[in-house]
């Protein structure tokens, strides 16, 4: 079955020099594959707000028009261009992210596992109820709107059952997990304050020569 596919993506305007690194890679992605790319600076939140909350709003109301969405964090690339995000998708499921095995020390206890700086959700009913409940609370938590999916997905079976759980070298493979980039799809370089910004385009600037 041929899907229709948006990559989405957002991002703070403080975060302009780094969506000038990512961005020309994800359009030659989605030329490459003839996917839609949408970009958003939205912001719907008081500015005490993460901004990162946005990205379930800005998905909402851009998945009517798809059969699926890819949300990208804009600290991410795609390395490995020629794999088809398809390949990914299974129709069972309505929403799909990356499983951390491999916690590093600086994960709590009760946010241990779930990575949705990249995930892909179906165009479906459940999938907007998830949306909603993703974004239904503001939590002082350092884990901003991802800590909000794990609690979600723990508390609500019928939603943890609709949800795949790929290795983060599939959709996620974050910077800290040393993954070989020959074998990564999408880079994360992922850590919230724990990486400044500067580091974070020397970092990208770096990778995205292995790009393929």
Not at 87 to 99: M, S, T
Not at 189 to 203: P, Y
Request: proline residues 2%; hydrophobic residues 35%.
């Amino acid at each position: 079955m041929k899907h229709k596919i948006c990559i989405v993506t957002g991002f703070d305007t403080g975060y302009s020099n780094l969506a000038n690194i990512t961005i020309p890679n994800y359009l030659k992605y989605v030329n490459r594959h003839n996917f839609d790319l949408h970009i958003s600076t939205q912001n719907v939140y008081p500015k005490d707000v993460h901004w990162a909350k946005n990205k379930y709003h800005i998905v909402k109301s851009i998945l009517p028009k798809y059969d699926w969405v890819l949300w990208v964090d804009i600290d991410c690339l795609f390395i490995k261009q020629s794999f088809n995000v398809c390949d990914l998708i299974d129709d069972r499921y309505n929403f799909i992210l990356g499983i951390n095995r491999n916690c590093p020390d600086w994960y709590t206890e009760d946010t241990s596992y779930l990575e949705s700086g990249t995930f892909l959700i179906k165009n479906d009913k459940m999938s907007f109820d998830m949306l909603d409940t993703f974004s239904s609370e503001v939590l002082d938590h350092p884990w901003h709107e991802q800590y909000l999916v794990i609690k979600t997905l723990r508390e609500n079976k019928i939603y943890d059952d609709a949800t795949k759980k790929l290795e983060l070298i599939q959709i996620n493979s974050m910077y800290c997990c040393n993954h070989d980039i020959k074998d990564v799809f999408i880079f994360h370089v992922a850590g919230g304050s724990s990486i400044s910004l500067q580091k974070r385009i020397e970092i990208m600037k770096e990778k995205s020569k292995y790009e393929y």
